[in-house]
C-alpha cells in the first residue's frame, strides 16, 4: 500500500486510503447498535470527507462543531442540525447563529454556567434571534482523590442539571433540546498502551466502573427532568472508544464519533475495537547525513494532550523505521533510521499521525488513493483558506 506514493504525489503530502476510510464508516455504524451517530468535525476536518460519511449510511445524523466559526461555515456549506461541543462567548458569531436559527437553520449552543444561559438571552433579544440549547453534564468519576477523566461541565447531578434547565424555561428565545454527557475517560483513554503494562489493568478497571456509574447518572438526570415536564429531542454521549458501551444505554438517543474514520496511531491501543488507519502523511527524504539514517523534510505534527512518546507521529512505511531519540519529528526534518531498509533521496516515508482531525491544519489538501491510484483531491478546511481555532 501507498508504495508508489512519492512517484505519484507532491510532497510532503497527506493521503487517505478511501478503502480503509468506507471499511471504517461500515464498522462504526454497526457498532452504533442503531443509534444516529452524531460526526464530530473536529477529528475530520474537510467538507468532502464529511459528505463522504453522511454518504455512505444514514445512521450518521448532525454535526457536532469545536468552534462556533466553524459551525457558521459549515451552515453556509449547507449542513442543518449542528452541535457546538463546547459554550461560546464570541458575541459577533453568536449574534450570526441567533440569526441562523430564527431563518430556519438548527445550530445549538452548549451551555453549563447560569453565565452563558444570561449571555445567550441577551443577544437573542438584542438580535431578535432564538438559541437553541444543550446543557453539558460532567461525565467523569472520582477514585478517592483521583479525578478520572476530563474538567470540562461543573454540573455534577440531576439538581445541578435541573436548576438550569428551569432558567432555560424562562426565557421565549432560547429553549432546551438536549444534554451531552462525554466520557472522555472512556473514549479518550487507551488500556493497551506500549510501555505501560502494570498500568493497562489499572486503566481497564476504572474504565469498567466508570462505564457503570455514568450509566445510572445520565438516566437519574434524564428521568429527573421528566419529572420537571421537560421533554429532550435528544439525549448524546460518547466517542468512538465509548461506541460499545455507550450505544448500551437505553436513554441515549445519539451517539459521536470522529476520530475513528482516520483511526491515528492512538486508536492502537484499544482492546475493546480495532479499526483500520486510512490517513496517512507521507514526506520526502532529501538527505542521508549517515548509513542508514534518511533524513525527511519537515514531519513535527506532534498531536495535543498531555506531553508523552504516543503523541508523537511514527513512520509505519517502508516498516521497520524509527525516529532517532534525541532529535524526533522535527518542523523542519525529521531523521528516520532503518537497520534494513535502502532507501534513495527523493523516495518517500509514510507516516501516522498520533490523532486524527489535526494534521489537516498541516495541509491544504487530502490527496485520495484506491489500490495505490489517485482517484480524488479533497480541500481540508486549511484548504478552503479556514483556520478555527
Request: aromatic share 8%.
Amino acid at each position: 500500500m501507498l508504495k508508489n506514493v512519492a512517484r505519484d504525489v507532491s510532497l510532503p503530502a497527506l493521503i487517505l486510503d478511501v478503502h480503509a476510510f468506507d471499511d471504517n464508516c461500515k464498522k462504526i455504524a454497526e457498532m452504533a447498535n442503531g443509534k444516529s451517530i452524531r460526526i464530530a468535525t473536529k477529528s475530520i476536518r474537510s467538507v468532502p470527507v464529511l459528505k463522504r460519511v453522511f454518504q455512505s449510511n444514514s445512521i450518521f445524523k448532525g454535526l457536532m462543531c469545536f468552534s462556533p466559526n466553524e459551525a457558521i461555515f459549515l451552515a453556509e456549506k449547507g449542513f442543518d442540525d449542528i452541535l457546538l461541543g463546547y459554550p461560546c462567548w464570541d458575541e459577533g458569531a453568536l449574534i450570526q447563529i441567533a440569526q441562523f436559527n430564527g431563518n430556519g437553520t438548527q445550530i445549538t449552543c452548549m451551555v453549563d454556567s447560569s453565565e452563558h444561559i444570561d449571555h445567550l438571552k441577551e443577544i437573542a433579544e438584542k438580535v431578535n434571534g432564538m438559541f437553541y440549547l444543550c446543557i453539558d453534564v460532567d461525565m467523569s468519576t472520582k477514585f478517592g482523590s483521583l479525578h478520572f477523566g476530563v474538567r470540562r461541565s461543573p454540573l455534577k447531578n440531576e439538581e445541578d442539571v435541573i436548576q438550569l434547565a428551569l432558567k432555560i424555561k424562562q426565557s421565549p428565545r432560547i429553549k432546551l433540546l438536549g444534554i451531552m454527557g462525554y466520557e472522555a475517560q472512556i473514549a479518550g483513554v487507551g488500556d493497551k498502551m506500549p510501555a505501560q503494562h502494570l498500568k493497562n489493568p489499572v486503566i481497564a478497571f476504572m474504565k469498567r466502573k466508570s462505564i457503570t456509574e455514568i450509566k445510572v447518572r445520565r438516566k437519574t438526570i434524564v428521568q429527573a427532568l421528566e419529572r420537571e415536564g421537560l421533554q429532550l429531542a435528544f439525549v448524546n454521549g460518547g466517542g468512538t472508544g465509548s461506541l460499545d458501551s455507550t450505544s448500551k444505554e437505553e436513554i441515549v438517543t445519539e451517539l459521536t464519533a470522529g476520530s475513528g474514520f482516520y483511526s491515528p496511531l492512538l486508536f492502537d491501543y484499544y482492546r475493546n475495537f480495532r479499526l483500520k488507519p486510512s490517513l496517512f502523511f507521507a514526506l520526502p527524504v532529501v538527505r542521508k547525513p549517515a548509513p542508514n539514517i534518511y533524513t525527511c523534510l519537515g514531519g513535527g505534527y506532534v498531536s495535543s494532550g498531555p506531553h508523552g512518546k504516543e503523541k508523537v507521529p511514527q513512520p509505519v512505511y517502508p516498516s521497520g523505521g524509527k525516529l532517532l531519540p534525541f532529535e524526533g519529528a522535527g518542523e523542519v526534518q525529521t531523521p528516520v533510521y532503518y537497520e534494513k531498509e535502502a532507501l534513495e533521496i527523493g523516495d518517500a516515508i509514510i507516516f501516522r499521525a498520533a490523532k486524527a482531525g489535526e494534521i489537516c491544519e498541516r495541509f491544504n489538501e487530502i490527496v485520495c488513493l484506491a489500490d495505490q491510484q489517485i482517484v480524488d483531491r479533497y480541500h481540508t478546511y486549511r484548504g478552503e483558506g479556514k483556520c478555527f481555532l
